[in-house]
């Protein structure tokens, strides 16, 4: 089994590393075929996973129904995340077009969500994105109510300015935050982080490998599938790529001087930062599963962390995170 953290004062208890499902429907390469996606779930939990993330929108849907499918026969092993606060198209599908939080469509989300996941409460249910035209303390007290229902352990925000954090958090305790977090995006230390420490909150970083480039994997030369999300991300334009190499170049000569793989450090990075950090790197692949889960083992001192930082700090990174549209609704 692997070694357990727990998010949050209320207790919910995790294993150290989770599993982020999205790239086995979308966004990053081809996605996996229904029964490969299923079999990895499955494989993972035989591993000693038993953190999963999804989301209404990953699909759309589609993610969330395979994650049930995968999980229905081991749901008293695992915890399931999932998220809702994006808007309906004609058809009563999650579109990304429109961010939507009001009561009534929480609710909505969380009854379509407990069907595809095949199960009766959701153990963290996150919003989404902060939604401006709702106030937070209405969705807490909506999330709250579904809490008291039976229908949601844990509330938890995704990508949320501290403010809109503070203020959540007064209406009902949260338990987790989700945000991007690695060696390459340390946004999250200037004010979340703190944040969280004082008012007893867990943090799961999403991306702590850097949506792939942190592996090594990646390099100027690499051609993406048109549908791959990364064609937008100005920090993954062929230009800054050439730039931003160096930054795994380093990461690779570190990583070599340990015994492991770039991936393996940069995830233990992540884990040594805090106890209550619990990442959820995400693959299609067992063999890389397998690397993730290792880093695990990997012992990084305070010297360790000194010489990373230091080493990290000598390289500017080229480009910025999201596109505009996409990084205009963070931090709200």
Excluded at 1 to 14: D, I, N, T
Excluded at 79 to 84: E, G, H, L, R
Excluded at 123 to 131: G, S
Aim: aromatic residues 6%; hydrophobic residues 40%.
């Amino acid at each position: 089994m692997l070694v357990k953290r727990k998010l949050g004062r209320a207790g919910l208890e995790v294993s150290a590393m989770g599993l982020g499902c999205m790239g086995i429907s979308q966004s990053y390469g081809q996605p996996l075929e229904r029964q490969a996606g299923i079999a990895l779930l499955r494989q993972a939990v035989e591993r000693g996973v038993t953190f999963f993330d999804t989301a209404e929108i990953y699909g759309p849907c589609t993610n969330e129904d395979l994650v049930g499918e995968a999980l229905e026969p081991l749901r008293e092993q695992v915890v399931i995340a999932t998220k809702f606060g994006f808007g309906r198209d004609a058809n009563g599908q999650p579109t990304g077009a429109t961010i939507d939080s009001r009561p009534g469509t929480i609710r909505s989300a969380v009854e379509g969500s407990l069907k595809r996941l095949r199960t009766d409460r959701i153990d963290l249910l996150y919003q989404h994105r902060v939604d401006p035209n709702v106030p937070i303390e209405d969705v807490a007290g909506t999330v709250a109510e579904l809490i008291g229902e039976g229908k949601v352990k844990h509330f938890g925000l995704s990508e949320p300015g501290v403010k809109t954090v503070r203020r959540a958090h007064a209406v009902y305790p949260v338990t987790a935050i989700q945000s991007e977090y690695s060696l390459w995006w340390r946004q999250p230390e200037d004010e979340l982080l703190p944040t969280l420490e004082e008012l007893g909150i867990g943090f799961v970083p999403f991306s702590p490998l850097g949506k792939g480039f942190l592996t090594g994997k990646i390099d100027e030369n690499t051609t993406f599938l048109a549908s791959d999300f990364r064609n937008l991300v100005p920090r993954f334009s062929p230009e800054a790529r050439k730039t931003n190499v160096a930054f795994v170049e380093m990461l690779k000569v570190l990583a070599a001087q340990r015994g492991v793989t770039p991936a393996q450090l940069a995830l233990a990075w992540v884990l040594a930062r805090k106890p209550w950090i619990v990442p959820i790197p995400g693959t299609t692949k067992i063999s890389r599963l397998e690397e993730n889960l290792a880093a695990l083992q990997v012992v990084i001192s305070a010297s360790d962390l000194a010489t990373i930082d230091a080493a990290s700090a000598e390289i500017a990174i080229e480009g910025r995170r999201y596109p505009p549209e996409l990084e205009a609704r963070v931090g709200l």
